[in-house]
T-cell receptor, first 117, second 118 residues
Framework: DTAVSQTPKYLVTQMGNDKSIKCEQNLGHDTMYWYKQDSKKFLKIMFSYNNKELIINETVPNRFSPKSPDKAHLNLHINSLELGDSAVYFC????????????????FGPGTRLTVL | AQKITQTQPGMFVQEKEAVTLDCTYDTSDQSYGLFWYKQPSSGEMIFLIYQGSYDEQNATEGRYSLNFQKARKSANLVISASQLGDSAMYFCAMREGFYSGGYQKVTFGTGTKLQVIP
């Protein structure tokens, strides 16, 4: 069974379009995250949710809107896609960022490679 | 200042040899966690090993061990008996902020690309 899954794995779209990426975890974790990995492999946090509550919202354009319908799901919707949005987007989950403290280990999904043409 | 520094963008190692991947970190927190992840060419991020700042013993997981030197703020990953399947990008990461009152997050280094030569 896949622990953290993302769909789609690849997404190719035109500038200006709106797209969504879905993430699901079956680990029973309370905390979920979105990361962006750029072409130089640099990994940066975008958002984190704990029990459906937004905790971290890094400096991300408001064209990016996360939604957590329940603690096992965290989706990312992107409006008006731009060339610079091309990247690999990773979803991750961890047991509980507040309760587990510094031992809280994040487990990643397989990533979604977004290409904006 | 960089929170996590990985100074080796790329490394080669002969199969069956041991290799050390360097990682230094910068934090003013007393309590923090250090992690290593592997990213093979297929793209997924695989958790390898964790070290807590108060752990006195170096963490080990199979062929992976973490050489933790707190005073030097280094958390090097040692892979023993390298295998061809170890060829990948390796990322060092740190979690801090749990006790400082702010929200805590994980910061990743820029990665080291390891290639294992037959």
């Amino acid at each position: 069974d896949t622990a953290v899954s993302q769909t789609p794995k690849y997404l190719v779209t035109q500038m200006g379009n709106d797209k969504s990426i879905k993430c699901e975890q079956n680990l029973g974790h309370d905390t979920m995250y979105w990361y962006k990995q750029d072409s130089k492999k640099f990994l940066k946090i975008m958002f984190s949710y704990n029990n459906k509550e937004l905790i971290i919202n890094e400096t991300v354009p408001n064209r990016f809107s996360p939604k957590s319908p329940d603690k096992a799901h965290l989706n990312l919707h992107i409006n008006s896609l731009e060339l610079g949005d091309s990247a690999v987007y990773f979803c991750a989950s961890s047991q509980n960022m507040w309760a587990s403290g510094d031992t809280d280990t994040q487990y990643f999904g397989p990533g979604t490679r977004l290409t904006v043409l | 200042a960089q929170k996590i520094t990985q100074t080796q963008p790329g490394m080669f190692v002969q199969e069956k040899e041991a290799v050390t991947l360097d990682c230094t970190y910068d934090t003013s927190d007393q309590s923090y966690g250090l992690f290593w992840y592997k990213q093979p060419s297929s793209g997924e991020m695989i958790f390898l090993i964790y070290q807590g700042s108060y752990d006195e013993q170096n963490a080990t997981e199979g062929r992976y061990s973490l050489n933790f030197q707190k005073a030097r703020k280094s958390a090097n990953l040692v892979i023993s008996a390298s295998q061809l399947g170890d060829s990948a990008m390796y990322f060092c990461a740190m979690r801090e902020g749990f006790y400082s009152g702010g929200y805590q997050k994980v910061t990743f280094g820029t990665g080291t690309k390891l290639q294992v030569i037959p």
